[in-house]
């Protein structure tokens, strides 16, 4: 039987001298590049690395950052995250984001090729003043090669807390050919889904209305919580659902990080 990655990678972001900096501690090949801060000292972003390309069946991948206040970390990848066809085994990825600070993760796409086994969770957990933007988007089958998702499963739970107060959980399992694929109180035949939240101040009836205005019919957003924002997408593929996504990001965050505008990081441009 073929040998598994298994990796884990533990970020830790604080601030120093006004500048935000980060200790990290990595096992296996998951790594990140060095600090970067095209916005300043204040904002360190962080580009998360693994040198496999993908995630093959049998793999096991474990990602933590814990940022503390007045730090602010921003986390991505470098290209889409690939679920690799599995050989039998189940491939698990488990993210914890611990933020008493201001966290984003922005993580590009994920692609689930048919017949791959996938089990992800990530876990969001916020304390006293801290804030948080995040997304997660999913492509099940490389759409752009006409591969639909026929075969295989994919199963995620995300979950979001506030000072040991569970306000969003939700578990989402998907199997190849299965019925919500194509019904309409699923996924609506739109082989591409993804989600944002936004947790910071009490959002009010017209920050939510400025968000909703304008935005496609295949997406929506709710006010889950006084602090939290949840927001949903569909499409065809995966730049349409990210451009939804990332408008969303560039007016949301203003709001949550106290006036703070969005820069997109380079990465994201090549």
């Known amino acids: 039987m073929p040998s598994s990655w298994n990796a884990s990678l533990d970020l830790c972001y604080e601030a120093a001298a006004g500048r935000t900096v980060v200790a990290r501690r990595h096992d296996g090949p998951l790594q990140v590049q060095k600090a970067l801060y095209p916005e300043g000292d204040a904002v360190c972003h962080t580009i998360l690395v693994h040198p496999p390309g993908g995630i093959a069946g049998g793999d096991s991948l ?28 189940r491939a698990a990825q488990s993210v914890r984001l611990e933020v008493a600070g201001r966290l984003e993760w922005l993580p590009q796409e994920t692609i689930v090729f048919n017949q791959a086994l996938v089990g992800s969770t990530i876990d969001v957990v916020v304390a006293g003043a801290g804030s948080t933007i995040g997304w997660d988007v999913v492509a099940l089958g490389r759409t752009a090669a006409g591969e639909s998702f026929d075969a295989g499963e994919f199963v995620q739970t995300i979950r979001l807390e506030a000072d040991e107060e569970l306000l969003w959980s939700e578990r989402t399992r998907i199997v190849g050919t299965d019925p919500l694929l194509a019904s309409p109180v699923g996924l609506g035949g739109q082989p591409v889904f993804g989600c944002l939240w936004a947790f910071g101040p009490r959002w009010s009836d017209a920050d939510v209305e400025s968000l909703r205005d304008p935005l496609p019919p295949t997406a929506a957003i709710t006010r889950l919580a006084p602090r939290l924002l949840l927001a949903r997408a569909l499409g065809p593929g995966t730049a349409a659902v990210r451009e939804v996504l990332q408008t969303l990001w560039r007016k949301a965050r203003p709001l949550v990080f106290a006036g703070r505008a969005a820069i997109a990081p380079r990465i994201w441009a090549t």
Do not use: E, M, N, V
Not at 64 to 85: D, E, I, M, N
């Open 62 to 89: 474990a990602i933590r950052a814990s940022c503390q206040p007045p730090a602010h970390a921003l986390l991505t990848t470098p290209g889409a995250t690939r679920w690799y066809k599995a050989d039998g085994r």
